[in-house]
């Protein structure tokens, strides 16, 4: 099975600042996802990476395949974009839905 | 449209009743997920239908019965549940079961019962 860790867990910043959150797994993969999901609400896919670098408006996600590690940036971070980010890869073996999720890291942007 | 749409959002229903949540998407995705999330807690995956047929079911209890009528709805039937089954509950489509893409999720219904 894959486990997946994110840091922070939380993460309080100021408007403007630059953001990092970070994901690492123990396990081979196909793709990485990276989710948004705001207090109550449903999950928005940010990202689907399997190498490289994507860029989206203000965030950027990272993926070094060899170091099983991945980032995600926040530029120019607004109180918009307060939510937990969940880092998620397939389970082992498993379809591309059966996610193994990270904990989250709850991200407050302060104005 | 890129949408999964969800319905109802809230729900609230006591351990006799039966209830069903209902998810629609019109991508032409041919994977669909039901997920059940606890607060402050990640999501865990219940069941997957690939082409309208059940392709994993994570060791749901019965109490719980999805159904694919067609390619773009996804039915979760719910009967005698008891009160730790309140949770939100998320639908998911991919392009397919098995291949690498992005995940679209629905707003989620938010199920109490009481």
């Known amino acids: 099975k894959n486990e997946v860790e994110q840091s922070p867990q939380n993460l309080t910043a100021q408007e403007g600042e630059f953001i990092t959150i970070n994901c690492s797994y123990s396990v081979g993969i196909s793709a990485l996802h990276w989710l948004q999901q705001h207090p109550g609400g449903g999950i928005v896919s940010l990202f689907m990476l399997s190498s490289g670098k994507k860029k989206h408006g203000r965030l950027i996600a990272t993926i070094n395949i060899q170091e099983k590690h991945s980032s995600l940036h926040i530029t120019a971070s607004h109180p918009r974009d307060s939510a937990v980010y969940i880092c998620?890869?397939?389970?082992?073996?498993?379809?591309?839905?059966?996610?193994?999720f990270g904990k989250g890291t709850k991200l407050s942007v302060k104005p | 449209d890129t949408e999964v749409t969800q319905t109802p959002k809230h729900l609230v229903m006591g351990m006799t009743n039966k209830k069903s949540l209902k998810c629609e998407q019109h991508m032409g995705h041919r994977a669909m997920y039901w997920y059940k999330q606890k607060a402050k807690k990640p999501p865990e995956l219940m069941f997957v239908y690939s082409y309208e047929k059940l392709s994993i079911n994570e060791s749901v209890p019965s109490r719980f019965s999805p159904e694919c009528p067609n390619s773009s709805l996804l039915n979760l039937h719910l009967h005698a549940l008891q009160p730790e089954d309140s949770a939100l509950y998320l639908c998911a489509s991919s392009q397919e079961f098995t291949l690498p893409g992005e995940l679209f999720f629905g707003e989620g219904s938010r199920l109490t019962v009481l």
């Open positions: 998620a890869v397939p389970s082992k073996g498993g379809s591309q839905g059966n996610l193994i």
